[in-house]
């Protein structure tokens, strides 16, 4: 596959293909089972023959999906239901089919991203209501999860802290370059939902978690700051993240003081009830997926788990080192000349925020592969970044596509990638030379995909 132009288009369609293997609402319709009353999950069963209620939260980024699928499965069985997601991530697809269920089951609150808003503080009340309802009547509870649904729904644990404070506190923590789990750490600190508390306001109740998963592997936990599940024993300290990001001036007192006052989250103490939680869709889910549609397409293709969180520069540096010993490998080999290579890797590249511009960690990720001098100016050379959610950072687009011209061509139309850089304007410069990605928002979230394509 020598021409570039061919390369490009195989790099968009892996890509497209990983999205349709993680759609959220068809990874719902594949787990929960409803036959004869007899409630299974992953196929494990759940609820035998019986005739209690059923309600369901949904919170994050796959709500819309995830709800509207399990209304599909459950028709009456499910009683009530509340989700809150920002409406960007709803597709028109899943928007309908809750839209025709949102009379006899669901609330929809549209909860604010990447900051909570008035709506997420709302969800945040409609969720105790409904789970002490659930809880007088002995009801099951399933919990629909992913990633995003940190913002989406929101309730103090101090009545000091205010919407602003909240609201402040997220973005201080975004931008800082923190992984995930360290701000999801944070998040538990000052919040009287994360943690595993909502769950804690039934504790009569059986109660079933379905995650759509935006975290690293084993850590399922830390989906929307884990509003159904306490956190594990090793989570960061939310003091000692505070402090490694010098995010004391940046925090409002009250944050502070809530934090500094006490443990993160509790774990639910009624151990009679049922507490299961099931992973349907993660990064592994997407990675795998991308690789299979690479092979269909005739690349030789690798996984390289191991790239995945690290600093941006350090990623990208890795990535192209990657690439370079992987072609190596393929040389030596003696096996076919023609043959062509795909190098993937997902998760979350840590990317702190350093000027006013438009971008995210993929746009960003991309343009550094576009300027290594591994891979510039090489013409058989494609990458391919974007977020699975169809969002990356502050911008609209998922991501970018970049080759080995990218560069030159920049350079010829006055464009100086490093000055874009430096002010975290990625999008901005893929824009004017017409290599961003917008998919639109996708209606699931499972961390970004990356992918380097080379041929002969």
């Not at 639910?268 to 889910?285: C, E, G, I, W």
């Not at 990535?319 to 393929?330: I, N």
Request: charged content about 25%; proline content about 5%; some cysteine.
């Amino acid at each position: 596959m020598s021409n570039l132009t061919q390369l490009r288009l195989a790099a968009r369609e892996i890509l497209n293909e990983a999205l349709r293997a993680v759609d959220a609402g068809a990874a719902v319709r594949r787990a929960v089972r409803l036959e004869d009353l007899r409630l299974s999950v992953c196929d494990t069963v759940i609820d035998r023959p019986t005739q209690r209620p059923i309600y369901a939260i949904a919170i994050g980024k796959a709500a819309f999906g995830m709800a509207a699928a399990l209304a599909e499965v459950l028709g009456e069985r499910l009683a009530a239901g509340i989700v809150t997601s920002d409406p960007r991530y709803g597709t028109a697809r899943a928007s309908h089919r809750v839209a025709r269920v949102a009379n006899l089951y669901h609330t929809i609150f549209r909860g604010g991203h990447p900051e909570p808003n008035e709506e997420s503080l709302a969800a945040a009340q409609a969720c105790f209501d409904l789970l002490k309802r659930a809880n007088e009547e002995g009801a099951l509870i399933i919990f629909l999860i992913s990633g995003g649904g940190s913002a989406m729904i929101e309730w103090p644990i101090s009545g000091e802290i205010t919407l602003a404070d909240l609201r402040t506190a997220n973005k201080a923590l975004v931008n800082c370059g923190a992984s995930i789990t360290e701000i999801n750490s944070v998040r538990r600190g000052f919040s009287a939902v994360k943690g595993g508390r909502l769950a804690e306001c039934a504790p009569q109740c059986d109660q079933i978690t379905l995650i759509v998963s935006d975290v690293p592997p084993g850590e399922e936990r830390n989906v929307a700051s884990g509003p159904s599940l306490a956190p594990s024993n090793d989570a960061p300290d939310a003091r000692e993240v505070i402090g490694k990001y010098n995010l004391r001036s940046r925090v409002p007192e009250t944050i502070l003081r809530a934090i500094d006052a006490g443990p993160a989250a509790s774990s639910p103490t009624d151990a009679t009830s049922l507490r299961m939680h099931f992973v349907l869709l993660d990064n592994q889910s997407g990675l795998k997926a991308a690789a299979e549609a690479a092979r269909r397409r005739g690349f030789v293709t690798e996984i390289a788990g191991d790239i995945s969180d690290q600093p941006i520069e350090d990623g990208c540096m890795a990535l192209v080192q990657r690439m370079v010993q992987f072609r190596a490998r393929r040389t030596e080999s003696r096996s076919n000349p023609e043959e062509s290579v795909c190098l993937i890797s997902g998760g979350e590249f840590g990317c702190p925020v350093r000027g006013d511009g438009i971008g995210g960690r993929n746009l960003e990720t991309a343009l550094r592969l576009a300027m290594s001098p591994g891979l510039s100016g090489s013409e058989s050379f494609v990458a391919i970044c974007a977020g699975t959610d169809g969002t990356d950072g502050n911008s609209p687009a998922a991501g970018a596509i970049v080759d080995g011209g990218t560069i030159e061509r920049a350079r010829a139309i006055g464009l100086e990638p490093k000055d874009f850089l430096d002010r975290s304007d990625a999008y901005s410069f893929f824009v004017a030379i017409g290599d961003a990605i917008a998919t639109g928002p996708t209606g699931t979230n499972v961390r970004d995909l990356r992918m380097l394509l080379h041929s002969r």
